[in-house]
Structure formats: C-alpha cells, structure tokens
C-alpha cells in the first residue's frame, strides 16, 4: 500500500519561500517518478513539478518552484521561491510506478497523499 504524507505547508507573506516534503513509505520509493501537484478552491488540480526516478529528469513549469528528491530518506521535496498570494492551494504529492512514468503532470495519477495546506497571505 502506498503511503505518502506531506508536510512543511502554512502561512507565509508574499515574496517569501517554503519547502514541502512528502515522506513515502511502504513502497520502493526510488523506483518511481513522483510529482507535485496543487489545487486552489474551485479550480482544478494542476501540476506544478515532477521528477523521475534518480532525479534523471524533472519538469519545473515554474522556475519559482524547484523539485528534488532523497532515495536514501524516501522523501520527495518542493522548494517554493517568491509565492504569491495565487499560489495558495493545498498542495499534493503524488507517486507514479514504473508503468505509468509518463506525462507526470497530468492529474490522473495513481497515488495521492492527503495535502498540506500553503497560504500566501494577501
């Protein structure tokens, strides 16, 4: 059974930065592609970035936000950089196996964690 918890969400003033993590477990984490994804109240889940297995390839949309991840600590990172009060959402991290390491930011992933909440106050 996947299991993905987020964390490392909150309030922040515009301009500012924050880093989520999604820690994973109960499956070989290092074996496959992980993305981050967000979504605001009342519009649809977005991809924001995403990365392969080995860290070979990533998708950064946003050069505001930058992904990276830590095999050796089964946890996938999301550093944001100069939020804005746009990018509050609840933000996901999402994990993909081997099979379906494609098109890493559309929203039909496999795998979800529950969300941890990033509010960039006005």
């Known amino acids: 059974q996947v299991h993905l918890v987020e964390s490392g969400g909150g309030s922040v003033q515009p301009g500012g930065s924050l880093r989520l993590s999604c820690v994973a477990s109960e499956f070989p984490f290092s074996t496959y592609c992980m993305s981050w994804f967000r979504q605001a109240p009342g519009k649809e889940r977005e991809g924001v970035a995403a990365?392969?297995?080995?860290?070979r390839s990533k998708y950064e949309p946003w050069g505001r936000f930058t992904i990276s991840r830590d095999d050796g600590k089964n946890t996938l990172y999301l550093q944001m950089h100069d939020l804005d009060p746009d990018d509050t959402a609840m933000y996901y991290c999402a994990a993909s196996p081997p099979s379906w390491c494609s098109r890493l930011l559309d929203a039909d992933r496999p795998y979800w964690g529950q969300g941890t909440q990033v509010t960039v106050l006005e």
């Open positions: 990365i392969t297995v080995g860290g």
